[in-house]
């Protein structure tokens, strides 16, 4: 992926071995993560709106680690005094991105009673293999209260 040396492979594969098991993290959106450099081209593909426009979705590529670059950011209400939405960054784990993050195929329900749940087409790498594989991240985004939770499945 990317010219990834061996090396750099390596030393990514043993630092994904001494993690736990992932646990898919949202936080703040940050300047490592979130800026505008960082979302994936096509812009137009990597892009997404709901719930009438009030929520978008957009991939981010932060280029390394390679085989983990990938963040999703989530631009969605409650609005703030100046009427901006919040801006969330749901990861793998922490900093640790996905190996990729599609659009394409994403499928979106709402239940009034959690808000809406959004299915992202993934992958993330499986260092016991040294392989990559296909997972769904599933977002869910409650605008009234501003809870946004992530689980990979």
């Given at each position: 992926?990317?010219?990834?040396?061996?090396?750099?492979?390596?030393?990514?594969?043993?630092?994904?071995?001494?993690?736990?098991?992932?646990?898919?993290?949202?936080?703040?959106?940050?300047?490592?993560?979130?800026?505008?450099?960082?979302?994936?081209?096509?812009?137009?593909?990597?892009?997404?709106?709901?719930?009438?426009?009030?929520?978008?979705?957009?991939?981010?590529?932060?280029?390394?680690?390679?085989?983990?670059?990938?963040?999703?950011?989530?631009?969605?209400?409650?609005?703030?005094?100046l009427?901006?939405?919040?801006?969330?960054?749901?990861?793998?784990?922490?900093?640790?991105?996905?190996?990729?993050?599609?659009?394409?195929?994403?499928?979106?329900?709402y239940?009034p009673?959690?808000?809406?749940?959004?299915?992202?087409p993934?992958k993330?790498?499986?260092?016991?293999?040294?392989?990559?594989?296909?997972?769904?991240?599933?977002?869910?985004?409650?605008?009234?209260?501003?809870?946004?939770?992530?689980?990979?499945?």
């Amino acid at each position: 992926m990317r010219g990834l040396s061996h090396v750099a492979c390596a030393a990514l594969a043993l630092g994904l071995l001494g993690q736990a098991a992932a646990a898919e993290t949202v936080q703040p959106c940050d300047d490592a993560r979130s800026n505008a450099w960082n979302i994936a081209e096509p812009w137009d593909a990597n892009t997404r709106f709901f719930a009438n426009g009030a929520v978008r979705l957009t991939v981010m590529d932060t280029v390394e680690p390679a085989a983990a670059a990938f963040h999703l950011l989530v631009l969605s209400p409650p609005l703030d005094e100046l009427e901006g939405r919040q801006c969330r960054v749901v990861s793998l784990d922490g900093a640790t991105g996905f190996a990729s993050l599609s659009l394409t195929g994403t499928a979106a329900t709402y239940d009034p009673t959690k808000g809406l749940t959004i299915s992202v087409p993934a992958k993330r790498y499986l260092p016991d293999t040294g392989e990559f594989g296909a997972a769904t991240l599933v977002v869910t985004i409650n605008q009234s209260t501003g809870a946004i939770s992530a689980q990979l499945d």
